[in-house]
């Protein structure tokens, strides 16, 4: 039998890291915050990433253009056929002003992409002077047609009444508000519809991707009023994804609430289990779901910046997708958001090849930021973000469900 001696000084060393691990451990448990930075995941985000994957490969130097502000043809011949694009009210104009000055100041000036926006109501003259005294391309300004913006005449007032009374009484955001489903339902998809007169002809309402404004375009980059972009974007996304043949592109990855959504897992299963050949072999299952499809674990893209293709969206399964979910109802009577139907969409229709995080870029929505954190791109970017407040790895944030995929 080897029995092992130890001098005092090695019992001290022990006595000590026993003690160390053992406070590790307690404070792992019952003190949140302080178990995500100590966790190995979190550790291994402070490293660069390699690189090689997919998902979250950083964008090449190649894409990137001179940082000084251009309107040559340099840039502009090489645009894609995409547009930025902002849902807003007039009453949003002193926001909406700044989120596109920082993105043109940050971005756009560079590349002199096209703006759209739409709104349910004519724009003011204000909201158009004052947007077009600081774009630098063309810009266009689009009104959603009354039938297709507002809840449609199929829904059960009584039923959609009850469904925001009992949100709103159990403090649910916008539990209450249906000007908010009807933004939700407008952003999340298409639906045919057939005129009674003429039966045979399907006529397709407007959603955003259909709206006549944005048929001449492939590519959209979503910009909502009171947004803010904290590093220079010197490459231009839309090329990237246009080379790189990916569909859909996002910053932040959260959970979403399940009151909000109680049937929408159940009513996606049962479409995908009907139509299994709109399933991609390769797709990101492993994200939205921690079963295998079994249940939804809530996972979903932050859509309020989004940079995607819309032929994607104007395809057939995501049209006979969207149409099925609008059928049951669920954006009124529950208060489905276009961020889980356009998350569980893309991760069930697409390749997970397709989907792209853009750690490059620093983006803020109130109250969350995400601040570049692979190696190099802090500083590249000439960030002003702190990269330790990045919500990457947040308690709340998705990204280990995204990252475990891969």
Not at 178 to 193: D, E, H, L, P, W
Not at 229 to 247: A, G, L, R
Request: glycine share 6%.
């Amino acid at each position: 039998m080897l029995v092992l001696k130890m001098n005092t000084t090695a019992r001290y060393v022990c006595l000590v890291v026993a003690v160390i691990i053992g406070l590790h451990t307690i404070l792992s448990f019952t003190h949140e915050d302080y178990g995500r930075v100590t966790s190995l995941s979190h550790i291994a985000a402070q490293l660069p990433w390699s690189g090689t994957t997919p998902g979250m490969e950083p964008v090449p130097d190649e894409y990137y253009v001179s940082p000084e502000p251009s309107s040559t043809a340099g840039n502009s011949t090489a645009r894609q056929s995409a547009t930025l694009l902002m849902l807003a009210r007039n009453s949003d104009v002193e926001n909406a002003v700044r989120s596109v000055r920082e993105l043109e100041d940050k971005f756009n000036k560079k590349f002199n992409y096209p703006w759209t926006f739409l709104n349910e109501e004519e724009f003011s003259d204000e909201f158009k002077q004052r947007v077009s005294n600081v774009v630098s391309g063309p810009v266009s300004f689009g009104l959603i047609p009354h039938d297709h913006w507002f809840q449609p005449d199929s829904i059960d007032e009584a039923k959609a009444t009850a469904a925001r009374e009992k949100m709103q009484k159990d403090n649910i955001i916008y539990g209450g508000s249906v000007s908010y489903r009807n933004m939700c339902r407008f952003n999340s998809g298409v639906r045919a519809i057939v005129l009674i007169a003429v039966p045979h002809i399907p006529i397709l309402q407007q959603f955003f991707y259909r709206h006549a404004l944005l048929q001449q375009y492939k590519w959209y980059w979503r910009v909502e009023p009171d947004v803010h972009f904290h590093c220079d974007i010197d490459f231009d996304p839309f090329k990237y994804m246009e080379d790189n043949n990916k569909v859909y592109g996002f910053t932040i990855t959260m959970y979403e609430y399940f009151a909000t959504i109680p049937t929408l897992w159940d009513t996606v299963m049962k479409f995908a289990r009907e139509n299994p050949q709109y399933v991609s072999p390769n797709n990101a299952m492993g994200y939205i779901s921690d079963n295998g499809g079994q249940s939804y674990n809530l996972c979903h893209f932050w859509s309020n910046f989004e940079i995607a293709s819309m032929e994607f969206w104007r395809g057939e399964a995501y049209s006979k997708f969207f149409e099925t979910l609008d059928a049951t109802g669920g954006f009124y009577y529950e208060r489905w958001g276009d961020a889980p139907v356009h998350s569980l969409g893309v991760a069930l229709f697409a390749d997970k090849n397709q989907i792209h995080f853009f750690d490059d870029i620093g983006y803020e929505h109130n109250p969350y930021t995400h601040c570049p954190r692979g190696a190099g791109k802090w500083e590249k970017g000439k960030c002003a973000c702190n990269p330790d407040r990045s919500f990457d790895y947040d308690g709340y944030s998705c990204m280990k469900q995204w990252e475990r995929i891969w």
